[in-house]
């Protein structure tokens, strides 16, 4: 063999043993568990966090989505690419207790969907002969070679767009929401997935929604489907969502739920930027801190509650990434700050670009997913960026790390950093961006170090090891305005600000700070927030 040949050998054996060694360096060990309100790895006690994207897989044609635009494999790369580790892969009912024998080749033949047909044929040829379990449990499969993680979640009963009040599929007792027949589905499905390792969690119920909603249904209905999954699964994590949408726990604080073992429970929730009308007509600050506020005492309690052992999973919330909405826009910025500070679980909705068919409509688009029409790129390229705080660990329960703060910029996504002087402070990637903490009304970085200001508009903020408050330069700070995310000098009236032109931050005159609630100037780029951290 010639020598350039065998040096080539050996750097792709290198190649390949450092790939496996990366690889190997961030796979989980399942199955995962619950401690202290979070999801952790069960042998080791390792924090788990959910970063996650809604894959549908429950509708008409009941296979996940786009697989008549690109091959599974090209999908599932594209996933990893926006730093995702896990999918919340749905599924209906009937696909378990009516066509579990059925192939995705006969339903597509069934709905005169010869063009879908056709895509699939193209790219993934395979999947035609399968039926929908088996076609469910290749995506899975497919996934697990990407160290992703699924979250199988049970969307509806019958296999279509969710969700309306009068849809059929809201609540138990509704015309396609049969108990008997759900939980039959949900004991098969679990059974199904036992070997499916990387199925971590059943989501038990999207959305309950509907006038037939009552307490008693939840608990007798919940606790019997979330003992047939253990006893099918004792693995898998169960996660339950409440009333209106997912958007209500409260009756939790009345009776608990008691179902063991209580170190699989999680609790989930969704929320959306049309829920609140009011973005465009009321001060973004006050709105905000409306819908934080409203988040708290619905299902935000699970977490803050020492009664509540579970954690809570943002399982749905997201925004048109098309249009780009300045309201929603402001939604978006608001949730970060909600996810961020108690680093909280989450998913977007959505992964998919468009639906094989979606509510009479074939191959229709969806404005609210990561991948775009084709499936070929994404509708949001400044995801990684937007969300890099949010893809790492910030808190975890087997840390020995002391606590400290990360000073959060969420309209960018950045971390205020100082420079290599520990002079000028700019926005900047999140990697090592911990070290504030707040003590009295000084700012500091590293103990040592305060944030100050000349107090005069378009001024640079700095950090200086001198904390005193001299003549020219002032260390008093504090967090001000309905939303709590306004950084005010010194009782001056001006707050830390991005520069428009820069990273560097300046002091300038704060944004509706003030009780006119109708103020609607856009105060996002003055939102800061120091997010809690004991990861390195």
Known sequence: MAKSSLLLLIIITLFIVVLQAVFASHSFSYPLSINNKRIVEEKTGQRVKLRCANWPSHMSVMLAEGLNKQTLSNIVTHISSFGLNCIRLTWPTFMFTRYFNQT????????KLEEIKLGIMKYNNDFLNMTHPQAYAFV?????????????????????????????????GDSSFDPDEWVQGHTLAAQFFKNLS????????????????????????MRRAALAIHHQNPNVLMIFSGFYY?????????????????????????????????????????????????????????LSDDDYDSPLFISEFGMDLIAKPQSDERWLTCMLTFLAERDIDWCWWGLQGSYYLRQGKVDAPEV??????????TT????????????????????????SHILYHPQSGLCVKADQNYNQIELGDCKKASGWNQEGD?????????????????????????????????SSWKFISDSGLHLQHNNTGLCLDKDRNSSILVTNKCICVGDDT??????????FQLVPTNVE
């Open 518 to 527: 109708g103020c609607l100037d856009n105060p996002q780029s003055q939102w």
């Open 442 to 474: 000084k700012i500091k970085l590293n103990g040592d170090h305060c944030l100050k200001s000349l107090g005069t508009e378009g001024d640079p903020a700095v950090v200086s090891s001198d904390c005193s408050s001299s003549s020219d330069l002032c």
């Open 198 to 221: 990387n199925i971590v969690a059943i989501s038990l119920r999207n959305e309950l929604r509907g006038p037939n909603q009552n307490v008693a249904a939840w608990y007798s209905n």
């Open 104 to 111: 995705i080749l006969q339903t597509l033949d069934d709905l």
């Open 368 to 377: 609210y997913g990561l991948n775009n029409f084709y499936w070929n790129g």
């Open 246 to 302: 997912a958007s209500d726990l409260r009756f939790l604080k009345e009776t608990p739920l008691n179902v063991e073992p209580r170190n699989k429970v999680v609790f989930e929730a969704h929320n959306y930027p049309y829920w609140n009308p009011n973005w465009g007509n009321k001060s973004a600050n006050s709105v905000c801190a409306s819908v934080k506020s409203d988040l708290e005492e619905n299902v935000g309690f699970v």
């Open 380 to 403: 949001y390229p400044q995801f990684r960026k937007r969300f890099q705080l949010l893809l790492n660990t910030l808190q975890d329960p087997s840390s020995k790390a002391p606590y």
């Open 140 to 172: 899975v499969k497919q996934l697990f070679s990407a160290n992703i993680m699924v979250v199988a979640d049970n969307h509806v009963s019958k296999p279509r767009w969710c969700c309306d009040s009068d849809d059929g599929n809201g609540f138990f």
